[in-house]
């Protein structure tokens, strides 16, 4: 990563001397959520399919916030940028947002490559003006929120509810993602299952619901088992979980299945489960910013990140699941040995009923009937009301917690780079081995 840093302050120098953008795309996403290979096989494979250079400035921010304030505020030029879910409905809503061009030439359209589930199912709950939001956002990666949990500590039955964040064993051992509309949706849909069931309410509309009644009812349920936590985190709770220094951690998937991959490297037993009365499913997707100023490149760099190879790969070097579907991509997926069978025909079709896959990346299509989108809704409030339940919840866990993730830092930047390097080479043992 460093070097697309170096290359970003170079180009970005250069570019304040030139208007001409064509030779340049600037990339905006998430930290560590892309297979950097990539960004240099893109140059490549541009120039092979147009006949014309590129260099990827490639950037990366750690909250939508921070990425949408640089685009609605500052007009920053960014080529493409890979916002969540509510995000891109805020941007759709705010006309922040370019149309994506799928006209390649001669090139196979790969964003055909996409998942009707990600397509037909999410992205038409996506709330924009009326606009259709597949023709301004290609989805990128998707998951649930649930419990990341030690099979040590804590039991399957347990967390078939989210209530095990409230048993006094497991004081100081719980972490939760600091991510208000996550934790707000997830718990807003468990609480209204019997509605739901009844017809009463939306499963696919209920995140919209931002009614004082419902934060209420949401804040009441946070602080019933605050004292429990030990921290509020953005990113070290995977690796504190496969430390054993957390038992339980309110994650999202990927994270968990990035955990539950390097606890089993050093004999530590994690699971991921989501509660049996609901919770949410996300996505992030690929995006052309309003003040974008390569759209032929960026619309190629999407294309390229759609190819089933492509998808894979990133899989395996960041543990979220790729939005991507195919026979191709389910090939890569089935381990019949790790896995047993179960039902995920809603991405992969109807024959993928009885396939053996991750059930962390790809939940059995009884646990997907229960998970719900989040909305752009109520934002202010629920900020009001997360900062709320975390304003006095700081305890001698959470300075501990905070003083081992700084004495591990440096030592996780040593890693980091061969851990990923250890991963590739794992991978592609393991497609030998499918082989």
Known sequence: MKKYILIALSVLMLA?????????????NWADYIDESLIDEFEVWYKEQTGEDVEVVYQTFDINETMLSKIELGHEDYDLACPSDYIIERMLSNDLLLPIDTDFGDTPNYIDNVAPYIKEELFTQIAGNGKNANDYA??????????????NYVSDEEVKSW??????????????????RDVYTSLLISFNTDAIDKGEKNLQTIGFDASPESIAIVEEYLN????????????????QM???LAWLNLSW????????????????????????????????????????????AASYFINFMCKPENAVRNMDVIGYVSTIGGDEVLEAMTDEESYEPIDVSYFFGPEADSVCVSPVMYPDNKVMSRCGMMHDSGTEELLKMWSRVKGDSASVWTYTLICLVFAGLIVAVIVKYAKKRYRRKRYAKKRRKRA
């Open 16 to 28: 304040g001397c030139s208007e001409d953008r064509s030779r340049i795309l600037k990339v905006y």
């Open 242 to 244: 496969t430390k054993e």
């Open 138 to 151: 290609v989805g990128y990666m998707w998951g649930t929120t649930g419990l990341l949990y030690n099979t």
């Open 253 to 296: 998937s990927g994270d968990a299945q990035w955990a539950m991959d390097e606890a089993a490297e050093i004999g530590v037993e994690l699971e991921y489960a989501i509660p049996e009365t609901g919770s949410t499913v996300w996505f992030d997707g690929w995006v052309i910013p309003k003040y974008a100023r390569n759209i032929k």
């Open 224 to 239: 019933s088992f605050k004292d429990n936590v030990a921290g509020w985190e953005a990113d070290f709770g995977k690796d």
């Open 163 to 180: 209530d095990v964040l409230r048993n006094q064993d497991y004081a100081g051992k719980i972490l939760i993602k600091d991510a208000f």
